[in-house]
């Protein structure tokens, strides 16, 4: 019985897969700055989905952002009060499983990654066409992505095809945005109303922004380098291929 071969890269209207070898540090590291960062990291979407809903959940029915922003503050009273430990007792099981599981799934990737390497044929995808669109695999430029991420997190994905990715990280973006006040906030600072700007924003959504900023910028930098790699190893193996056909039928 003959075995499928491992794909290396495959192409979907929605943008991509593949297997790439990484620090599996990284997805833990994205982990903890907010579950779900380091699967979403790795093209683990669906995953990485789940855990930054769970985070919405009981991160605001425990109340814990509202009550690291006191403990910043100095203001420990104020911090136990606000928190609800009935969800906040929860939190820490969860988060240690979200660094495990990025960490474990970034070593099985690695794993498969090397068997794919030792593969006589390979499987390169570099275009996709369906009514709803194409998916191109190109070289593009990695500042030029986390140029358009600066803008919006979100935006460097969307130009790069990874549009799974671009949707969850501008959804999420634009609802802590939005339910911050951040906007409003910024708009009265630039006036001199600094009291009213305290006043309006909502820490227990706002301590998410510097996050997903920030992961926006650098994944898409990321996401950028990775493909360009994978571009030039597609274009090299199948270069390859085509000499040593073009010598056969010779």
Same mark, same amino acid.
């Given at each position: 019985?003959?075995?499928?071969?491992?794909?290396?890269?495959?192409?979907?209207?929605?943008?991509?897969?593949?297997?790439?070898?990484?620090?599996?540090?990284?997805?833990?590291?994205?982990?903890?700055?907010?579950?779900?960062?380091?699967?979403?990291?790795?093209?683990?979407?669906?995953?990485?989905?789940?855990?930054?809903?769970?985070?919405? /959940?009981?991160?605001?029915?425990?109340? /814990?952002? /509202?009550?690291?922003?006191?403990?910043?503050?100095?203001?420990?009273?104020?911090?136990? +009060?606000?928190?609800?430990?009935?969800?906040?007792?929860?939190?820490?099981?969860?988060?240690?499983f979200a660094m495990y599981d990025a960490?474990?799934?970034?070593?099985?990737?690695?794993?498969?990654?090397?068997?794919?390497?030792?593969?006589?044929?390979?499987?390169?995808?570099?275009?996709?066409?369906?009514?709803?669109?194409?998916?191109?695999?190109?070289?593009?430029?990695?500042?030029?992505?986390?140029?358009?991420s600066a803008f919006a997190p979100g935006?460097?994905?969307?130009?790069?095809?990874?549009?799974?990715?671009?949707?969850?990280?501008?959804?999420?973006?634009?609802?802590?945005?939005? +339910?911050?006040?951040?906007?409003?906030?910024?708009?009265?600072?630039?006036?001199?109303?600094?009291?009213?700007?305290? *006043?309006?924003?909502?820490?227990?959504?706002?301590?998410?922004?510097?996050?997903?900023?920030?992961?926006?910028?650098?994944?898409?930098? *990321?996401?950028?380098?990775?493909?360009?790699?994978?571009?030039?190893?597609?274009?090299?193996?199948?270069?390859?291929?085509? /000499?040593? +056909?073009?010598?056969?039928?010779?």
């Amino acid at each position: 019985m003959e075995l499928k071969p491992i794909p290396r890269l495959r192409m979907f209207t929605l943008g991509m897969a593949y297997l790439v070898r990484r620090n599996p540090w990284l997805p833990v590291w994205w982990s903890v700055c907010l579950p779900g960062f380091g699967h979403l990291a790795m093209g683990q979407h669906l995953k990485g989905l789940a855990f930054m809903a769970l985070e919405i /959940l009981i991160n605001h029915l425990g109340h /814990l952002n /509202l009550a690291i922003f006191y403990t910043l503050l100095g203001d420990i009273d104020a911090a136990r +009060n606000v928190i609800d430990y009935r969800w906040a007792l929860l939190y820490p099981l969860f988060y240690i499983f979200a660094m495990y599981d990025a960490y474990r799934v970034a070593i099985e990737i690695n794993v498969m990654t090397e068997f794919e390497r030792v593969q006589s044929e390979r499987h390169f995808d570099l275009v996709t066409v369906t009514v709803f669109g194409q998916a191109i695999l190109c070289r593009r430029n990695p500042i030029l992505a986390a140029v358009w991420s600066a803008f919006a997190p979100g935006l460097g994905h969307f130009y790069t095809d990874r549009k799974i990715k671009g949707f969850i990280l501008l959804g999420w973006y634009l609802g802590v945005t939005l +339910n911050s006040h951040l906007v409003m906030a910024v708009f009265h600072v630039l006036r001199g109303e600094y009291e009213v700007s305290r *006043q309006l924003i909502d820490y227990q959504w706002f301590l998410y922004w510097p996050s997903i900023y920030l992961f926006g910028i650098v994944d898409a930098y *990321q996401d950028t380098v990775e493909q360009n790699q994978l571009f030039t190893e597609a274009f090299r193996y199948r270069m390859r291929k085509y /000499l040593k +056909n073009s010598n056969v039928e010779e």
